[in-house]
């Protein structure tokens, strides 16, 4: 069974400012590269595929289309981010699952992984990345995602696209 998730992908431009902004990456973080960038709304696990996507079809019907940008970085243990503006998000994300989840919805954009026990790692990023704002986009659609292990980290696959209305 695969691992799923729903997410939202930002438009090229948005993760072109992106890696803009965060300029050269290093610093002992494990950067995530762009092509893997999203803002997860739900996290699903190893399941049926075909299962998620009828529940998920009723689940986001007549959904109304959602205003996105992206802003200063923050970070969670082991995890730099960038937090997601606003809160037009939160009832789109209950509705992909994320309320089945035990810790609160935090709507984000996961940059970089470092060790949780060296938080000090991810201070100068969330300096330089403290006035960072993007674009506001239209969110238009929902992707669901499959998430396959392989050596150089996960590859990230969309395996279906819902799409909101306003699109």
Do not use: N
């Amino acid at each position: 069974m695969p691992v799923l998730f729903s997410a939202l992908l930002p438009p090229d431009d948005v993760v072109e400012a992106i890696a803009e902004a965060v300029g050269e990456p290093g610093g002992g973080l494990r950067w995530e590269p762009p092509e893997r960038w999203h803002v997860t709304l739900a996290y699903y696990g190893p399941d049926d595929l075909e299962t998620r996507t009828a529940w998920l079809e009723r689940r986001l019907a007549g959904r109304a289309a959602v205003g996105v940008r992206l802003e200063k970085a923050a970070t969670f243990p082991g995890v730099l981010w960038l937090t997601v503006a606003g809160t037009e998000l939160t009832p789109l994300a209950h509705a992909a699952g994320a309320d089945a989840e035990s810790r609160p919805y935090a709507a984000h954009l996961t940059l970089a992984r470092f060790p949780r026990e060296d938080p000090g790692r991810a201070a100068r990023w969330t300096q330089k990345l403290a006035g960072f704002t993007s674009r506001c986009w239209q969110a238009t659609e929902v992707a669901l995602m499959t998430s396959e292990r392989e050596p150089g980290g996960p590859r990230y696959r969309v395996a279906r696209v819902f799409e909101l209305d306003g699109a």
